[in-house]
């Protein structure tokens, strides 16, 4: 069985909320794969202050320090196992041994520093014991050996069998022993090391780095808002990234899973529902771009090229260093905190050219890197920055100046060099009616988006076929190739699918009726991508599930575009948008929110039979798949809860009275099914529009908002009105929105077109299409 490990950091650890948020996640895993757990929030600093009193024979700051890891910890664990358990006493234990060597100077270091990662293990693999799962904690000590600064990882390898394969296996991080059985640790990001050494001592599929932050982004997503979470990143420019000091991975995490396929993973803790990010072997992810900041640099020049001496130097630093090679020479970057460690080191070797610089790095795919550092330096000029350097190499180049870059110009060289370079997938759900036209509209439409940002077609659905392919699908080609090549495909192949899609952007348009499609939505949203509806199924849901899916969509910075689900085509819900945007309040909707019941109704008279007009009706492609979803009225409620929910009400489907126009009895079985039964369906209509004739009215399918009446009215249902009345001159298939509000109050805004149709209701699609890349590109 294939293992995988967890690693938790100390801000997933630092409280026992957190813990617990830790234990659900666990809850999750399988038994025997393993997880690797840092000390408790800042209890690692503690500790290395608790040394330095001990250092400088502060007592009383030992007494002081040791008072706070105390604190901290009983208060932990009293709340997560109580005070009378044997973690509490274990720890008690503990101090009183710290306590006591402090007291006759027999402290080392790194015993001292060891505690963290014990208290940590011991802990949860105690607390998931109390929630009923079988876990373990193991001291990495004997677990990981160091002979001569080298891992053994033969013998580690052999150790590391002594996991449990019927259990979860809690690791201390960080630490590890020398031959002699004295403790040592593995330095800072020590614990993430632990975790992917571990991962290749068990030949673990993946191994996961729970932290705080959603994954690696673009840029620091603190200092531009519009940075990109990436899916997926290569383990080169992972390195990459890493060498120029990037701080969300290591370069010593990375090297374990060197050539290997063991999947690298960022997520999370505070959202343990999202994906995070997949750090892969090479050819599994496209290049990225990234900018990551250089604060305080010192920049050298050695006066020959040896790749053993920086190599060596990296060690010492415990830091990687990036040399460039520019025009025969070889220069070095390293943080300024270094800088006099490094001259020490080279002495005449190497020459301080630069001290204390600061500037950016632009990690990008190979090719690009000079045309890059040419926009970057322009760009940065404009911005007043003087340049004291700017490079480019395989893979990135760096500009450096005199000031740190503040997050303005950094969101403006994000726009510039990235944003506007992602690329958005599109997955069409629905190639029926609708669908067919959309996709030959796309064809004539790519080039205009293309303008805002690069699309591309991967995936064609239908309720139990698709057609997907990441690296994207000919549009000219789209419809024969899916009726040539579609396979068989279940919603749980979808969603893996999206999930595994490397791109800057992703977009679901569900032009299906199907209610079960809309169900995905939620799990489209954790994997990160935009929605755009035809289909009302997700507006109309269940409130609860609605607002959910909203909040989920909101904290992921995701759109969700269905303009084409009232009204087809016809900008009804912008319009809505725009008055309360602009400080409107609407009071008032009503018209005609159907162009099947429109063009029915115009159609209808006595002379014809009703249920050949619908059959003429679902032939243009005006009804729903199955026609009694507009006859029963349920397809124009649940266009009037959209508007609803438009303007804040929270209301239910069934909160809006609804009258249909046809007769219970065909309900039942399938369309087919009440065809047989038409003759019931004809009788109905006629006799209601035989009562209306009789007082000189026609009948028009309407429906009816109003907020200022107490309750709020809310219907939809058949109406007599006299044949002058707006509602009965419209075109056939026409719809009306009859607005009014505070501004509109006596003389209401009148939205009036087609409200149902391929040609229309395709186009609105591609509005909010265009809208989405708009948006994503700006
Ligand atoms: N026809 C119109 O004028 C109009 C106007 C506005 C909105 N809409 C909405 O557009 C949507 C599509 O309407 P249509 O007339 O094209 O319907 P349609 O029945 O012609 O096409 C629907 C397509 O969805 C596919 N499908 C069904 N379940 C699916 C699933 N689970 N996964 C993937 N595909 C699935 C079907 O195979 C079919 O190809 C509906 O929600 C409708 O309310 C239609
Ligand atoms: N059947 C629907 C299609 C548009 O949603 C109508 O006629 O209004």
């Known amino acids: 069985m294939t293992k995988q490990v967890y690693k938790f950091g100390g801000s997933s650890l630092s409280s026992a909320k957190r813990y617990h948020a830790v234990a659900n996640i666990c809850q999750q895993l399988a038994y025997g794969d393993a997880i690797v757990v840092s000390a408790a929030g800042k209890t690692t600093d503690t500790l290395v202050r608790l040394w330095s009193c001990y250092h400088n024979q502060d007592h009383k700051g030992v007494g002081e320090v040791i008072a706070l890891l105390k604190d901290h910890q009983c208060a932990l664990v009293s709340e997560l196992l109580g005070d009378k358990s044997e973690v509490y006493a274990h720890f008690i234990d503990d101090i009183n041994a710290i306590s006591q060597r402090a007291g006759c100077a027999e402290l080392e270091q790194a015993w001292l520093l060891a505690h963290g990662e014990l208290w940590s293990a011991r802990l949860l693999a105690h607390y998931l014991n109390k929630q009923g799962v079988a876990a373990t904690h193991f001291d990495s000590r004997k677990l990981f050996v160091v002979a001569q600064n080298n891992l053994k990882h033969q013998e580690n390898t052999a150790r590391c069998q002594a996991l449990k394969s019927d259990q979860l296996n809690v690791v201390t991080g960080f630490i590890a022993s020398d031959e002699v059985g004295n403790t040592v640790t593995l330095g800072r990001n020590g614990s993430d090391y632990s975790a992917t050494l571990l991962g290749k001592y068990i030949n673990a599929s993946s191994v996961t780095i729970w932290t705080d932050t959603q994954g690696v982004y673009s840029t620091d997503p603190r200092k531009v808002e519009k940075a990109v979470k990436y899916n997926k990143i290569s383990q080169q420019q992972a390195q990459q990234l890493a060498r120029l000091g990037n701080p969300v991975l290591h370069a010593k995490t990375l090297t374990p899973l060197k050539d290997s396929d063991i999947k690298l993973v960022v997520r999370s803790s505070y959202d343990s529902h999202s994906d995070g990010t997949q750090v892969v072997a090479n050819e599994q992810a496209k290049a990225k771009r990234f900018l990551t900041t250089l604060a305080s640099v010192d920049v050298f020049q050695l006066t020959h090229n040896n790749k053993d001496s920086i190599r060596e130097l990296s060690i010492i630093l ?11 020479n070889t220069l070095l970057l390293v943080p300024s905190q270094f800088g006099e460690q490094v001259a020490s080191y080279y002495l005449q070797d190497a020459v301080l050219i630069e001290s204390n610089v600061s500037g950016v790095a632009i990690v990008s795919e190979a090719g690009s890197e000079s045309q890059l550092l040419e926009s970057a330096k322009a760009l940065l000029e404009k911005q007043s920055m003087t340049l004291r350097g700017a490079w480019s190499q395989n893979g990135f180049a760096i500009l450096l100046g005199d000031q740190l870059l503040e997050s303005d110009t950094l969101s403006l060289l994000h726009e510039e060099l990235i944003t506007a370079k992602q690329e958005l997938a599109v997955i069409v759900a629905g190639i029926g009616n609708v669908g067919e036209v959309f996709l030959s509209q ?17 995936g064609l659905l239908r309720s139990s076929t698709s057609l997907l392919n990441g690296q994207g699908i000919e549009l000219a080609t789209a419809s024969a190739n899916f009726k040539n090549n579609a396979k068989a495909s279940s919603p749980e192949q979808i969603i893996e699918f999206i999930k595994e899609l490397d791109y800057g952007h992703k977009v679901v348009i569900d032009i299906t009726a199907s209610e079960s499609f809309s169900k995905l939505y939620p799990e489209f949203a954790l994997h990160d991508c935009h929605i755009i509806s035809a289909n009302k199924y997700a507006g109309t849901a269940e409130l609860n599930w609605y607002e959910n899916l909203r909040r989920l969509q909101t904290e992921k910075n995701l759109l969700w575009r269905y303009n084409t689900s009232v009204g087809a085509g016809l900008p009804i819900n912008f319009a809505l948008k725009d008055l309360q945007n602009s400080g409107d309040k609407i009071t008032k ?23 050949d007009l619908v059959e003429q009706a679902r032939e243009l492609g005006f009804t729903e798949p199955d026609p009694r979803e507009d006859l029963s009225g349920r397809d124009v409620q649940r266009k009037l809860l959209i508007l609803a929910r438009e303007l804040g009400l929270s209301l239910e489907l069934d909160d809006i009275e609804l009258s249909a126009w046809m007769p219970n009895e065909l309900a039942e079985g399938s369309w087919q099914d009440a065809l047989a039964k038409r003759e019931l369906l004809d009788t109905f209509v006629e006799e209601l529009a035989l009562d ?9 399918y309407v429906a009816e908002l109003d907020t200022t009446t107490s309750p709020i009215t809310a219907k939809v249902g058949l109406k007599a009105v006299a044949p002058s009345a707006a509602v009965a001159t419209l075109t056939p298939g026409d719809n009306i929105f009859v607005i009014n509000s505070v501004w509109y109050a006596d003389n209401a805004l009148i939205i009036q077109g087609p409200g149902a149709g391929r040609e229309v209701t395709a186009a609105g699609v591609h509005s909010d299409l265009y809208w989405l890349c708009h948006k994503l590109s700006e």
């Open 318 to 328: 415990q830091h990687p260093l990036q040399p460039l090679e520019v025009e025969g």
């Open 442 to 458: 796309l064809n004539d439409q790519l080039a205009r988006l293309n303008t805002l940002l690069p699309v591309k077609l991967v």
């Open 589 to 611: 909707i009503s018209g005609v929110f159907s162009g099947t019941l429109s063009w029915l109704g115009a159609n209808y008279s006595l002379d014809k039979k009703f249920s």
């Open 692 to 700: 209306a004739q009789r007082e000189g009215n026609t009948l028009r």
